[in-house]
């Protein structure tokens, strides 16, 4: 069975750092691309960014909004897939899920988990 | 960047009623469009892939059609289980990116 669960989340003050995990089972981790995506309270769903297989040299994209202060790594010895997250801001508070891609498309996602950016 | 509007954005409708949700794209994406439902405190689930391909486990109730810039995700014969907000998704380019979201309440 497939199962990503995500950690790391809480509550940080605008201008501070978190790094999310997600540890992946169930499935090859090292086969897959993997994207994050996060949703804020009440709102619809946004991509943050994407990284990409061995293969295909763990090469990273990132939406304009968090470019240049989100980087998105992994270990694919650990199955586990990370969001490092700097210089956060208010509009940044969202739920965070990591989720897994087949084809072009997640197929998989994880429970989530939230980060909360406020004074 | 590949903007989806989604009409409408909330819909009240009664069980056994059929409902369809448009989705269009700012420009062709061919079938590159993808379907999620997401129940109150859950993680989005995966519908409909490619505009029309059905995946397994997911309801004969859910279909899906259209290419190129019009889409819709059709449901037929309404469950009091299908109330959820329904997103689709594009990954014809980069940045990836969603409709803003129908939510479906059961009358």
């Known amino acids: 069975e497939v199962q990503l669960v995500e950690s790391g989340g809480g509550l940080v003050q605008p201008g501070g750092s978190l790094r999310l995990s997600c540890a992946a089972s169930g499935f090859t981790f090292s086969d897959h691309y993997m994207d994050w995506v996060r949703q804020a309270p009440g709102k619809g769903l946004e991509w943050v960014g994407r990284?990409?297989?061995?293969?295909?040299?763990?090469?990273?994209e990132y939406a304009a909004s968090v470019k240049g202060r989100f980087t998105i790594s992994r270990d694919d010895s650990k199955n586990s897939l990370y969001l490092q997250m700097n210089s956060l801001k208010t509009e940044d508070t969202a739920v965070y899920y990591c989720?897994?891609?087949?084809?072009?498309?997640?197929?998989?996602w994880g429970q989530g988990t939230l980060v909360t950016v406020s004074s | 960047e590949i903007v989806l509007t989604q009409s409408p954005d909330f819909q009240s409708v009664t069980p056994k009623e059929k409902v369809t949700i448009t989705c269009r794209a700012s420009?062709?994406?061919?079938?590159?469009l993808h379907w999620y439902q997401q129940k109150p405190d859950q993680s989005p689930k995966l519908l409909i892939k490619?505009?029309?391909q059905s995946i397994s486990g997911v309801p004969s109730r859910f279909s899906g059609s259209g290419s190129g810039t019009d889409f819709t995700l059709t449901i037929n014969s309404l469950e009091a289980e299908d109330a959820a907000a329904y997103y689709c998704?594009?990954?014809?380019?980069?940045?990836?990116?969603f409709g803003q979201g129908t939510k479906l309440e059961i009358k």
């Open positions: 990284t990409r297989n061995k293969a295909n040299s763990y090469t990273t």
């Open positions: 998704h594009q990954s014809s380019s980069l940045p990836r990116t």
């Open positions: 420009q062709s994406i061919g079938s590159s």
């Open positions: 989720a897994r891609l087949s084809y072009g498309y997640c197929d998989y």
């Open positions: 490619y505009a029309s």
